[in-house]
């Protein structure tokens, strides 16, 4: 009797939306990280020069992480991935955790040997020492951050859908 008028939405509009907000969510990161990548080179290694694109990229990423576990969505977005890949999107996160520890360690290495190291033989030294002093800090850090947080927003969504399929 008292209903509101709700505008009709066209779901084929909508989704192509959608779809245009997901490629301009990707070409900001991508952006953010050419920005990083150049602004490292230029002007050295330094967090104030870049703080603004690290940001914009943990910012955005944890938001959209944590909404999508509130509102479910999560759990659908695992089962498809997990359907169309042969890699599971848990064990994918744990990779990109160890890939990115291994990374880093690599870089911390190469610029120990170069900038501390007075002959060739201590540069080897110096890479190998802070190489796997980096990896055993850095690779059990970045796979268990992104695989605890993986597991927490997957059990969040999943707690999300089985109460709205109770309700």
Not at 49 to 78: H, P, Q
Request: hydrophobic fraction near 45%; charged fraction near 20%.
């Amino acid at each position: 009797m008292y209903k509101k008028n709700k505008k009709q939405v066209d779901e084929r509009v909508k989704n192509l939306q959608n779809k245009i907000y997901k490629e301009m969510y990707v070409l900001i990161m991508i952006v953010c990280s050419i920005s990083i990548v150049i602004k490292f080179f230029k002007m050295g290694i330094s967090l104030d020069n870049v703080l603004t694109e690290w940001l914009i990229i943990f910012v955005s990423s944890v938001y959209y992480y944590v909404r999508t576990a509130y509102l479910g969505i999560l759990t659908d977005e695992v089962e498809v991935h997990d359907s169309n890949s042969k890699i599971k999107l848990q064990t994918k996160n744990i990779l990109y955790g160890v890939a990115t520890g291994l990374v880093l360690a690599i870089f911390f290495g190469l610029n120990s040997a170069f900038n501390y190291a007075d002959s060739t033989q201590q540069a080897y030294k110096y890479f190998f020492m802070v190489f796997l002093v980096s990896l055993v800090i850095y690779v059990p850090f970045f796979a268990g951050f992104l695989g605890l947080s993986y597991m927490a927003a997957k059990k969040k969504s999943d707690q999300v859908v089985q109460k709205n399929l109770e309700d």
